[in-house]
């Protein structure tokens, strides 16, 4: 069975600093899809980052980084030189054949 | 970017109501999906769909169906809502060449009094 863990339900951070959100997977594949996605208040929910698991190389999107370790399944993101419009939900998502969600971690960005 | 709705918004409705909610895509895109989402927990897999006339349960257990007869259309109903399908629900699609990116709508949030 594969699921996924944010232990963080919420999360602050000073506008400008850095902030990492932790999420942990759990399956017995070898090649999957790792997904960072954000859920501002009353909007969509998008994609910030992409991760394939038969890379080593971790991904990057501008202000968005993620630390993936695939021995440890884990897959944690960093936003660096946080701006306020940062402040929403993310969800950690793992996919082989579904999308399996985290529950959430809340991020305040405190000006 | 992304061309996904869902209508309506908000829906506050009595028991026993049928309602359906509507999500439709211009994206051409072959895969939707509808989830549950509930405050502090993961989204749950309501149904999905591969492509037209094909539709499957998803993990969670759910009362509603859902239709495909159309590419861009993936509508869920309700035959008689109770107080406990009271929760968001969000409709998504993505398409084979997509990279597995998800798209979302925007989300209906059901109240069943």
């Known amino acids: 069975a594969q699921t996924v863990t944010q232990s963080q339900p919420e999360m602050s951070v000073q506008e400008a600093e850095t902030v990492t959100l932790s999420c942990t997977y759990d399956?017995?594949?070898?090649?999957?899809?790792l997904f960072w996605y954000k859920q501002p208040p009353s909007r969509q929910m998008i994609l910030v980052i992409r991760?394939?698991?038969?890379?080593?190389q971790n991904a990057t999107e501008n202000r968005f980084s993620v630390n993936f370790q695939k021995a440890a399944k884990s897959f944690s993101l960093k936003i660096s030189d946080s701006q306020l419009g940062d402040a929403a939900m993310y969800f950690c998502?793992?996919?082989?054949?579904?999308?399996?969600f985290g529950t959430g971690t809340s991020l305040t960005v405190i000006p | 970017e992304a061309d996904i709705y869902q209508t309506p918004r908000y829906l506050v409705i009595g028991t026993g109501k049928k309602i359906t909610l509507e999500c439709s895509q211009t994206m051409g895109h072959d895969k939707m999906y509808w989830y549950q989402q509930d405050p502090g927990m993961e989204l749950h897999l309501i149904h999905y769909s591969y492509g037209v006339n094909s539709t499957e349960k998803g993990d969670l257990s759910s009362e509603s169906t859902v239709s495909r007869i159309r590419t861009e259309h993936f509508p869920l109903t309700l035959e008689s809502a109770r107080p406990s399908h009271t929760s968001q629900y969000l409709c998504?699609?993505?398409?084979?060449?997509?990279?597995?990116?998800?798209?979302f709508g925007s989300g209906t949030q059901l109240s069943v009094l």
């Open positions: 998502a793992y996919r082989k054949n579904q999308f399996y």
């Open positions: 998504a699609s993505s398409h084979r060449d997509s990279r597995e990116k998800l798209f």
């Open positions: 991760q394939e698991a038969y890379k080593q």
């Open positions: 399956t017995s594949e070898s090649d999957y899809y």
